[in-house]
């Protein structure tokens, strides 16, 4: 490997040791508060959000037809992630200024701010993979977004269940759905919903709220945007026989 790469690989094996860590004893006790107000949350509740999720989803990672970057097929792995860099600073400004005009209008704003947010994080994943040199209209490659989108936004413990699946993904994929019904939205949503609550949450309180909203969407969108490049390392890396040789 020439010394980018070794860099590269060592970055991944460092932050797949941080992500396959045991839930801390805070990371637990904040899990059972969440779990405990979503089983004060009633069921119609749940359901509505669950079919809300699903349907903003399936919307923007599965109807889709973005325009997305592209490399030339001969270009290095140190020339694509170069530029995928870039494209993640881009992102982050893109969504700080729509955190500070969606948190600026306190409540009521707030509510725009989760689809556009969304969009705006989807987007930065269709470019990244399509940088690395994946065809995003596979719907597996799709699915893979989803799992990265998944992986940056949950609990420690799924987190834990995901990176195993990024690792495996060569295997993993053979078993995933063939039919976006088949996804289990439930879990995605509750997940991604309660990381969210925790992070954005001043975002809803007006004046201050601005500011919030665009310091909290810069550093998600960095936060995603990183966790993408390590599961596209896995896969490049994984590719080239070296997964299970960590370099010294």
């Known amino acids: 490997m020439v010394l980018y790469e070794e860099i590269a690989f060592n970055e991944m094996n460092a932050w797949l040791k941080k992500v396959k860590k045991n839930p801390s004893i805070i990371n637990r006790m904040a899990t059972g508060v969440q779990h405990k107000i979503n089983d004060y949350i009633p069921e119609k509740v749940h359901q509505a959000i669950t079919y809300a999720v699903e349907k903003m989803v399936k919307g923007v990672i599965f109807g889709s037809s973005y325009i997305n970057a592209t490399m030339p097929e001969k270009a290095t792995f140190e020339m694509r992630e170069s530029r995928i860099k870039e494209k993640i600073k881009f992102y982050q400004r893109t969504a700080s200024v ?52 998944q992986l940056a936004f949950c609990s420690q ?24 019904s088949e ?66």
């Open 98 to 149: 729509e955190g500070a005009v969606t948190g600026a209008g306190g409540i009521l704003w707030g509510f725009v701010d989760f689809p556009a947010f969304f969009a705006i994080k989807m987007k930065l994943m269709f470019e990244i993979a399509s940088l690395y040199g994946y065809d995003v209209k596979d719907l597996k490659e799709r699915l893979f977004i989803l799992y990265i989108f």
């Open 157 to 180: 413990k799924r987190r834990k269940e995901l990176a195993g699946f990024m690792e495996n993904w060569p295997q993993y994929s053979k078993t995933l759905p063939k039919e976006e």
């Open 183 to 248: 996804i289990d939205w439930r879990t995605f949503q509750i997940e991604y919903r309660d990381y969210m609550d925790l992070a954005k949450l001043a975002q809803l309180i007006p004046v201050i709220g601005a500011g919030v909203g665009a310091i909290t969407n810069y550093r998600l969108a960095d936060h995603l945007g990183k966790s993408a490049m390590q599961c596209y390392r896995i896969r490049y890396f994984d590719r080239k026989g070296l997964l299970d040789k960590p370099i010294s």
